[in-house]
Each structure stands twice: as C-alpha cells, then as structure tokens.
C-alpha cells in the first residue's frame, strides 16, 4: 500500500510538470475552500486551505505547486493534511527569491486511495512590497503608488508616466492597452533593498517589462517633478520597447540601443551627459559604440559615459534617419542580427561607421572632415561653374590653333 501511494505522488509530480494538464472529470473530486496567503515581503510567504475530498476515497498525499507566471520552472511542495483537511505551507522567500511584484499562480494537487489524482483551479496573488502602506492614483491603464507625499506628488507622478507614454508608445507604435504599475520609492535605500529581496542589483531605477511594472526612488520635495520626469519615462520606455518587438526581440538589442532610446525619452535629459561626452572626446576616451552592445561597464564611472554615449548616439541616430531608421534597428535586432550586421540591414552603414559620423557630427571631432564632407555638394557646384567656362575658352584656343596650323 505504502509503495503504491509513493507512485501515486511520483506520477502527481510528474503530472504537475507538463503544464497541470488533468483529466476534467475529476477536477471536482475534492473540494478547496479557506485558499489564504500571507507574506513579509522577501522573508516568507504562507499557504493556507482546506483540503475536503467529495469523491467517496480519501485524500492520502497533497502537493502545491506554484510559479511566478513568467517562469518556465515550477516549484512544488508536498503538504500535510490535518484531520479536519486544513493544511499550510510556508515558503522561505529569502533564500527562494520571487520577483518583486511578480503575479504567483499556486494550484493544490491530491492523490486518493483508490490511486485518483485530482488538482485545484489556480489561484492567483501579487507579491508585493508590503513593507510600505502604498497610495495610489489611476488614469486608464496606468497606475501610480507611493508611500511618502501627498496627493500632489501622486499626480506629479501620474502626469510624468501619462505624458512619456504617450510619446513612447507614438514613437515606437506599442500597445498602450495593457496595465502598467509605476511604484515610487521615496529613495534609493528602499528601492535598492527591495530589488535585493527579489534577487536584483540595481540603484536608481528599474523596469521588469514582463510583470508591466517600474520602480523609481524619487523623495517629496522641490526636485521632484525633475526627478519624476528622469527616471519615470526612461523605466516605461523600457516596457514599450518589450511591448513593441516582443521578449525574445527585447532581449536581443544592444545595450547601446535599449538603453538609449529610453535615456532619449526622459522628459528631462539629464545635465551632466553633455559634459562627460566633451571631457571623454577631448581626452579621447569615448567608448567604440561596438563595445556597448553586449553590456556596459561595471564601474559607476564607465557606466555614467556608456548611458550618456548611448543617449547622444541615439538622438543622431533618430534626427539623421528619422523615427523610422530607429525602429527599423530595433527590428533588425529584435530579429537576432548582430550588432554590425543589424545596423546595416536597418540604415545601410556598418556600427562603427556610424559610430564615426556621430563623433563628427555631435562632438565635433574630425572637424575638417565634417566640413569638407559638408562643404562637398558646393564644392562640386563650384568646380562646374568655373570648369565649363574655363573648358569652353581651352575648345576655342585649341580650335583657333588648328585653323593657324592649316594655313
């Protein structure tokens, strides 16, 4: 009997694992009733429900088995049931780290003693930060919350996320449909801790274009339109770039492009890009844009100049070739083309001479080659005006010189 429920449970498991597929008849053979779910975010998360079976055998092993909804990998835990069928499970969230403000689908699976199996309808919770007591206003499909400020400053949010959504998702063509949630931490401190507990390292900000959400640190105060209008669209600029070429096509483009066109679309460009791109072209340490496709440096430093190169390159990029050219690089790429190859097939120049007219054009290096290169078209026009005239009178000597020959 003992090894026949062990291979009950083993063919549960398995079971479990090619996607909860399961006969329909038994789906009603047991009944779930007091589903709960309590958490201290990034510590632990408990499961409760009454397990009940309404098929005439008895439940002998129970599992449950949940997943972040954009994880391939399920987690599955085999439960005890008390006699009265109640059951609860607890979760270590810090060493099994979830995505902060991941929707997590959970199911209940149940093995008989007649050696049915039956499972659960899912279940659904969102794993918020509920370390903080979080506000929030709503427009259409947006959402913005907060914890420290008043209403005024949730607006200020709302207003920043609504403007550049409407100006990335022109430029770019994605769907403004969906729901987005925009969480603003009141600092740097909240917001890195939080990513830390998901299993994140960031600082500033962070954008999980899967789940449709953004994190920002920005405090109340005289700044904080600036800030709001910085960090708010360059995280959904993120998000509509996924939207817009898909998570596969997303997680091929360069850094370079993915992290330029949402430093482009912040309401509020930061100052201080333009004085690290003059001091690293007249020191001659500008970064070959070949070297920010992969990734960028580690360093704060490296990093600060690699967002500032990729955001000026960007805004050459789009006034050269347009909305057009830029979309169409973020299609070549998103079609798993290299970096030099899917600049070509997009604008017809390879990266690094692309890389070339930039430095030309927005840092002024090689000025002589940009102003014979820009001074060409009149030069050719000049040559025509002066070598026409200038032939015609050599035609006239040459024929005057024949005709003295003959006599």
Same mark, same amino acid.
């Given at each position: 009997?003992?090894?026949?429920?062990?291979?009950?449970?083993?063919?549960?498991?398995?079971?479990?694992?090619?996607?909860?597929?399961?006969?329909?008849?038994?789906?009603?053979?047991?009944?779930?009733?007091?589903?709960?779910?309590?958490?201290?975010?990034?510590?632990?998360?408990?499961?409760?429900?009454?397990?009940?079976?309404?098929?005439?055998?008895?439940?002998?092993?129970?599992?449950?088995?949940?997943?972040?909804?954009?994880?391939?990998?399920?987690?599955?835990?085999?439960?005890?049931?008390?006699?009265?069928?109640?059951?609860?499970?607890?979760?270590?969230?810090?060493?099994?780290?979830?995505?902060?403000?991941?929707?997590?689908?959970?199911?209940?699976?149940?093995?008989?003693?007649?050696?049915?199996?039956?499972?659960?309808?899912?279940?659904?919770?969102?794993?918020?930060?509920?370390?903080?007591?979080?506000?929030?206003?709503?427009?259409?499909?947006?959402?913005?919350?907060?914890?420290?400020?008043?209403?005024?400053?949730?607006? &200020?949010? +709302?207003? /920043?996320?609504?403007? !550049?959504?409407?100006?990335?998702?022109? @430029?770019?063509? $994605?769907?403004?449909?969906?729901?987005?949630?925009?969480?603003?931490?009141?600092?740097?401190?909240?917001?890195?801790?939080?990513?830390?507990?998901?299993?994140?390292?960031?600082?500033?900000?962070?954008?999980?274009?899967?789940?449709?959400?953004?994190?920002?640190?920005?405090?109340?105060?005289?700044?904080?339109?600036?800030?709001?209008?910085?960090?708010?669209?360059?995280?959904?600029?993120?998000?509509?770039?996924?939207?817009?070429?898909?998570?596969?096509?997303?997680?091929?483009?360069?850094?370079?492009?993915?992290?330029?066109?949402?430093?482009?679309?912040?309401?509020?460009?930061?100052?201080?890009?333009?004085?690290?791109?003059?001091?690293?072209?007249?020191?001659?340490?500008?970064?070959?844009? &070949?070297? +920010?496709? /992969?990734?960028?440096? !580690?360093?704060?430093?490296?990093?600060? @100049?690699?967002? $500032?190169?990729?955001?000026?390159?960007?805004?050459?990029?789009?006034?050269?070739?347009?909305?057009?050219?830029?979309?169409?690089?973020?299609?070549?790429?998103?079609?798993?083309?290299?970096?030099?190859?899917?600049?070509?097939?997009?604008?017809?120049?390879?990266?690094?001479?692309?890389?070339?007219?930039?430095?030309?054009?927005?840092?002024?290096?090689?000025?002589?080659?940009?102003?014979?290169?820009?001074?060409?078209?009149?030069?050719?026009?000049?040559?025509?005006?002066?070598?026409?005239?200038?032939?015609?009178?050599?035609?006239?000597?040459?024929?005057?010189?024949?005709?003295?020959?003959?006599?």
């Amino acid at each position: 009997m003992r090894r026949t429920r062990t291979l009950s449970f083993l063919f549960l498991l398995a079971w479990i694992g090619f996607g909860f597929t399961r006969p329909p008849q038994i789906q009603s053979a047991f009944d779930v009733s007091g589903v709960g779910v309590a958490y201290n975010f990034g510590q632990q998360i408990t499961f409760t429900a009454r397990l009940m079976s309404t098929s005439g055998s008895p439940i002998t092993q129970a599992a449950i088995s949940f997943r972040d909804i954009n994880e391939q990998n399920t987690r599955v835990e085999q439960l005890t049931i008390n006699p009265d069928g109640t059951t609860m499970f607890q979760y270590n969230a810090a060493q099994n780290i979830l995505a902060p403000f991941a929707t997590i689908v959970f199911s209940y699976q149940v093995a008989f003693a007649n050696g049915q199996t039956a499972a659960s309808v899912p279940f659904y919770f969102r794993y918020e930060d509920n370390r903080f007591s979080w506000k929030s206003l709503t427009d259409g499909t947006v959402t913005v919350r907060w914890y420290n400020g008043g209403d005024t400053f949730g607006r &200020a949010a +709302l207003d /920043a996320a609504r403007v !550049s959504l409407r100006d990335v998702g022109q @430029l770019l063509s $994605a769907s403004l449909d969906a729901p987005l949630d925009v969480y603003v931490y009141a600092n740097a401190g909240d917001l890195q801790s939080a990513l830390t507990l998901g299993g994140k390292q960031w600082v500033a900000g962070h954008a999980d274009p899967a789940l449709s959400v953004v994190m920002v640190s920005v405090s109340p105060g005289d700044a904080q339109t600036i800030e709001l209008q910085r960090q708010v669209p360059h995280e959904l600029a993120h998000v509509m770039l996924y939207r817009s070429i898909g998570a596969a096509g997303y997680d091929r483009l360069p850094a370079w492009l993915n992290e330029g066109i949402a430093s482009m679309a912040e309401l509020y460009p930061n100052p201080d890009y333009a004085r690290a791109l003059a001091l690293a072209s007249q020191n001659n340490s500008l970064m070959p844009i &070949a070297d +920010l496709c /992969a990734s960028f440096p !580690s360093d704060s430093g490296g990093a600060f @100049l690699a967002y $500032a190169q990729s955001e000026s390159f960007a805004r050459y990029l789009r006034s050269t070739y347009g909305d057009t050219g830029l979309i169409a690089l973020t299609k070549s790429y998103g079609d798993g083309l290299d970096c030099n190859l899917g600049a070509m097939r997009a604008i017809g120049a390879p990266l690094d001479q692309l890389d070339a007219r930039w430095r030309e054009s927005a840092l002024g290096q090689n000025v002589i080659g940009v102003a014979a290169r820009n001074l060409l078209p009149y030069i050719i026009l000049l040559a025509l005006i002066l070598v026409v005239p200038i032939w015609g009178a050599l035609a006239v000597v040459i024929e005057r010189k024949r005709n003295e020959r003959k006599q």
